[in-house]
Nanobody
Framework: QVQLVESGGGSVQAGGSLRLSCAASGLFGESYSMGWFRQAPGKEREGVASIYMGNRYPLYATSVKGRFTISQNNAKNTLYLQMNSLKPEDTAMYYC????????????????WGQGTQVTVSS
């Protein structure tokens, strides 16, 4: 059974940084991808970044490219999202998720989800 637990959210001023973590268990091999998604009140869930465990090649949404970095630890049991130059529009609940196969920013393609961690960026 796959379990994903996010942490690291909080409140920060615009221009600041946060690092989110997602502790993963129940995942084996390398033929799967993990991703970060976010959802602001009244908006649809948005794909932020994704990484394939096989080659660690990342995929980013245009809105965060150059500011956010997705990575994993060597044991592949923790996923990170380093968020720099944060903007008020980055305010949302952030979720990590897992899917079989290559990277994707489409939430409907992911099977397992964490409970989310809140990020609030003030101007």
């Amino acid at each position: 059974q796959v379990q994903l637990v996010e942490s690291g959210g909080g409140s920060v001023q615009a221009g600041g940084s946060l690092r989110l973590s997602c502790a993963a268990s129940g995942l084996f091999g390398e033929s799967y991808s993990m991703g970060w998604f976010r959802q602001a009140p009244g908006k649809e869930r948005e794909g932020v970044a994704s990484i394939y465990m096989g080659n660690r090649y990342p995929l980013y949404a245009t809105s965060v490219k150059g500011r956010f970095t997705i990575s994993q630890n060597n044991a592949k049991n923790t996923l990170y999202l380093q968020m720099n130059s944060l903007k008020p529009e980055d305010t949302a609940m952030y979720y990590c998720a897992e899917r079989s196969g290559p990277t994707s920013l489409y939430s409907e393609q992911y099977n397992n989800w964490g409970q989310g961690t809140q990020v609030t960026v003030s101007s």
